[in-house]
């Protein structure tokens, strides 16, 4: 597997997975700022294929406005993509969040992650309720309680909207954690393959 330094998101792995074991056609991601995760969802999809895309091959539009000189630019994310030569199976779109839930785009699975509290998950769980329900997957950034602690104050943290959204968290219960949202009847074994025994 051959996929970016995992740094502070030790799960990457287990998003490559999800990519390898689904085969998604449509890929949307939500919040690529430097690139790690596109990188990790394109090299996945590369690995599936081989080098050489053909028409049917898994694709990823990635959205951000990349306005915090914390997450870098367009311009670099796109460099970093480049280098590892996943350029093919990404193209980088600058949209606000709230912009793209107005659009009707469809996709196979999507990974979310935009500074994520509860209020930003409901909003994306409204949106993907029916294409959820028809077997699109949704992964995202947090989901924990440890991750909540640290959901600006003010806003809602994800847990309170847990029995909503009906997510299951996908990692240990640490800061930097990840979770999905699936048909339960679809994918049955999703949930035995990649949630941790202490989340079950």
């Not at 997975?17 to 939500?30: D, S």
């Amino acid at each position: 597997m051959n996929i970016p330094s995992h740094g502070k998101y030790q799960w990457l792995p287990l998003l490559y997975n999800f990519i390898n074991q689904l085969k998604p056609k449509k890929v949307i991601e939500l919040g690529p700022a430097t690139g790690h995760t596109t990188i990790t969802m394109a090299q996945s999809l590369k690995d599936n294929i081989g080098n050489t895309p053909p028409i049917y091959a898994g694709h990823i539009n990635s959205y951000d406005i990349w306005d915090d000189q914390y997450w870098g630019t367009q311009e670099n994310c796109q460099k970093e993509i480049n280098e590892w030569g996943v350029q093919e199976f990404v193209t980088l779109k600058h949209l606000d969040f709230y912009e793209w839930l107005k659009t009707e785009e469809e996709f196979d699975f999507l990974y979310f992650d935009i500074d994520n509290d509860g209020d930003k998950l409901l909003k994306l769980y409204e949106r993907t309720k029916s294409q959820i329900e028809k077997g699109s997957v949704v992964v995202f950034e947090g989901g924990s309680e440890e991750r909540d602690k640290y959901v600006k104050e003010g806003l809602t943290k994800m847990n309170e909207v847990k029995d909503i959204v009906g997510y299951q968290v996908l990692s240990e219960n640490v800061k930097y954690s990840v979770s999905g949202i699936w048909n339960e009847q679809i994918y049955a074994k999703v949930y035995e393959q990649h949630i941790p025994e202490s989340g079950r």
